[in-house]
């Protein structure tokens, strides 16, 4: 009897439970490093819709590069300061700091069930004060530059929320966390002066060209600088008049005015935030107050991927060297929402500390990938719109690989899923002939044969061994394009290929081997049951990325027709993946189709690649 989803699940989980270092950073010398973070969560609860899209995107880009043999850099970490952290406490009548930690146990116990590649040995959060005082490092480092500074002025304030908002925190009027109608009023705040950098976060954008999406580039471009050319861009407001953030560490004195806080200036106790305000000051040591805003958890986030490199590093926010090699990230992964929020600060603040000479790189992220939305019945998800869909009921119905697999199948990273629209069922019945596959297969009475390229003859059914090569040489060049889905198809289709043919047959061998390979990036736990059914110790995860041989996998020539005048006037043998252009100008040029158009103009070129060229003259 075939083992369930939940014992193939617990069997692995137990597994790579004793291999601790299978996902971990090696700061090899030897081989490529490779940078790949996803935009880290909040603990608001367990894992939803939005994450069990978004992490396995990185999850596949960061598995493929560790099949390739590099040293890959793949952390977690949780943005753990913040306004939905506190009003939910507040609801509880709960502490703002246990809710939020038992949430980050919560979801980083989701995390290693959803099998996500995560060297955890660099985890952290942002509400440890040996996280958070290097906030305020940072501000204080600003401030000494003239670039963060108080001041009263018109700012968005949350009737609900009670606290200022950032401008890049109103959405079409409204809060973005709850909704509510802001209005303007004119406090006293604290703000980091990014209008300095305004020129070179707009003309540096260019460097980005080719590496972020276009569309991203755009909304910065018109956030910063008005399309006619005119500043649009405010100075970062980032002080909250709230308790659960970084505090803000300056004291005001009568006689002194502000004066900075030795830091860190730890987070107190709610209850003892008065009696923690009162101090003597600094400098001349009469009766002083702390500033009692905290810290937008936007300045949380605009660093927090230096701190990756060397999360245990006491002398400094981040260990220079480390950065040095790890940095900038190759690629970031996230949701386009953050396009003039957290991706224009981080870019700031990366910018100041390059200036500072603390970094030798002014831009954070080479490359910038975008997720679209998990959505039900074409609309966000929401509980008032009685459309919600729970992760975790989906994992429990289907497991985390079928779950997985429909999110990646589903399309294109940077579009919508429709869960509506989806079928894990589908999915459920694929990885279950994949497995059985392998089985079929089995170990073998001797070394299974590989699929790299060999020269020698007799290696099995020659269009079976043609079909893995095609598939290597696809697959690959599928994921280094992020098209997942299609390279989901691709593995799909040699698995149903070689499940018709003969189990004993090498070539089925070789399909089967890297069928496993393949899909590790995307269903961990299948790909690992198939390894092992193959007679390899685990873990798949690092079983290597098989190399492909050209001849091999280069695609049969297809039958294309030429027609004049709506007759057919010769046939070209072509490739497959013949572009329009370069089969337009094969058959133009070709002797019997100039002979039937007898130089009479050509009024127009209908291309059908790779099949049909119809001229019309």
Not at 551 to 569: F, I, K, M, N, T
């Amino acid at each position: 009897m075939e083992d369930t989803t939940n014992d193939i699940e617990a069997r692995w989980q137990r597994v790579w439970a004793g291999m601790p270092d299978l996902y971990a950073a090696r700061d090899d010398d030897t081989a490529p490093r490779r940078y790949v973070a996803d935009m880290f969560p909040y603990p608001s609860g367990d894992l939803h819709m939005g994450h069990g899209e978004a992490f396995p995107i990185g999850d596949a880009i960061a598995r493929y590069r560790i099949q390739r043999g590099d040293d890959v850099l793949h952390p977690i970490a949780w943005d753990a300061f913040g306004l939905p952290a506190e009003n939910a406490a507040i609801r509880r009548g709960a502490d703002p700091a246990e809710w939020t930690l038992a949430n980050i146990e919560t979801q980083a116990a989701s995390l290693r069930r959803y099998a996500i590649s995560f060297d955890w040995s660099r985890r952290f959060n942002t509400c440890d004060p040996a996280y958070y005082r290097w906030n305020q490092w940072l501000f204080q480092r600003l401030y000494d530059r003239g670039l963060a500074y108080r001041a009263t002025a018109p700012v968005n304030w949350c009737p609900s929320c009670t606290t200022v908002l950032a401008n890049e925190q109103v959405i079409g009027g409204g809060c973005e966390r709850c909704s509510t109608p802001v209005v303007e009023r004119t406090l006293t705040q604290w703000f980091f002066r990014i209008t300095a950098y305004a020129d070179r976060l707009v003309d540096d954008l260019a460097k980005l060209s080719g590496g972020w999406p276009a569309h991203i580039l755009t909304m910065q471009r018109n956030w910063i600088r008005h399309p006619d050319g005119g500043l649009r861009l405010h100075d970062w407001l980032i002080s909250r008049q709230r308790y659960w953030g970084t505090p803000i560490p300056v004291i005001h004195c009568p006689t002194c005015g502000e004066v900075p806080a030795e830091i860190p200036v730890i987070l107190p106790p709610r209850d003892e935030v008065e009696s923690w305000a009162s101090v003597d000051c600094p400098r001349c040591g009469g009766p002083a107050r702390r500033d009692t805003d905290t810290m937008d958890t936007f300045v949380d986030s605009s660093w927090y991927y230096l701190r990756y490199c060397s999360p245990s590093y006491e002398s400094g926010p981040f260990d220079p060297a480390a950065v040095r090699r790890w940095c900038p990230v190759d690629q970031y992964i996230g949701g386009a929402e953050h396009a003039t929020g957290h991706l224009l600060y981080v870019r700031f603040i990366t910018k100041f500390l390059h200036d500072e000479g603390l970094i030798d790189f002014d831009e954070p992220f080479r490359r910038l990938l975008t997720q679209g939305q998990v959505v039900m019945d074409g609309a966000a998800m929401s509980k008032s719109k009685g459309n919600m869909v729970a992760l975790g009921e989906q994992v429990d119905r289907y497991g985390v690989d079928a779950v997985r697999l429909t999110m990646l199948f589903a399309g294109p990273p940077a579009e919508d899923i429709d869960w509506a629209d989806v079928n894990p069922a589908g999915a459920v019945r694929f990885l279950a002939r994949a497995r059985r596959l392998a089985t079929t297969v089995g170990p073998g009475s001797a070394p299974p044969t590989d699929v790299r390229p060999d020269p020698a003859a007799g290696h099995g059914d020659p269009e079976m061994r043609k079909a893995v090569h095609r598939c290597i040489a696809e697959v690959t060049r599928l994921v280094e394009g992020h098209r997942f889905n299609v390279a989901i198809a691709r593995l799909m289709d040699l698995v149903g290929r070689a499940g018709r043919g003969d189990p004993t047959d090498p070539a089925v061998r070789a399909a089967a081997e890297f069928a496993a390979v393949g899909l590790s990036l995307f269903v961990p736990y299948t790909a690992e049951e198939m390894w092992a059914a193959l007679g390899h110790p685990p873990s798949v995860a690092r079983g290597g990325w098989p190399s492909f041989d050209p001849a091999l996998a280069a695609p049969d020539d297809v039958e294309c027709v030429v027609q004049v005048a709506g007759r057919p006037r010769t046939t070209l043998r072509v490739a497959p993946d013949v572009d329009a252009a370069t089969l337009e100008r094969l058959a133009l040029a070709h002797p019997d189709v100039r002979r039937a158009i007898d130089g009479r103009p050509v009024r127009r070129t209908v291309v059908k690649p790779p099949t049909v060229v119809s001229v019309v003259i």
